[in-house]
């Protein structure tokens, strides 16, 4: 079982900061990509973010390309998400994802494991 605790969400103003971070519960964490998505009010869930088992693969939807950074720590099982230059269209709860294949992949579908979610809320 793969547990996923994200933190770091928060209220921002525009144009500020926040890194999330995504502790995992995972024996096997170092051999799983890890990925960010997103949920605003009324909307579908998007994709962020992904990375692969060695943090050597990074895909970043259009929309963060240029203000968000994933990164992660296998000796910490955790992954971020530094978060710059924040608008208050990434206003969202915020979930980590754990797909167990090494191979980063985008779709929702591919993630057995997420996290509750953390709120971000950037005001204007």
């Known amino acids: 079982q793969v547990q996923l605790v994200e933190s770091g969400g928060g209220l921002v103003q525009s144009g500020y900061s926040l890194r999330l971070s995504c502790a995992a519960s995972?024996?096997?964490?170092?051999?799983?990509?890890m990925g960010w998505f997103r949920q605003a009010p009324g909307q579908e869930g998007e994709f962020v973010s992904v990375i692969s088992w060695n943090g050597g693969i990074t895909y970043y939807a259009d929309s963060v390309k240029g203000r968000f950074t994933i990164s992660r720590d296998n000796a910490k099982n955790t992954v971020y998400l530094q978060m710059n230059r924040l608008k208050p269209e990434d206003t969202a709860v915020y979930y980590c994802a754990a797909d167990t294949t090494p191979i980063p992949r985008r779709e929702s579908s591919a993630f057995e494991y997420w996290g509750q979610g953390t709120q971000v809320t950037v005001s204007s």
């Open positions: 995972a024996r096997l964490f170092d051999t799983y990509s």
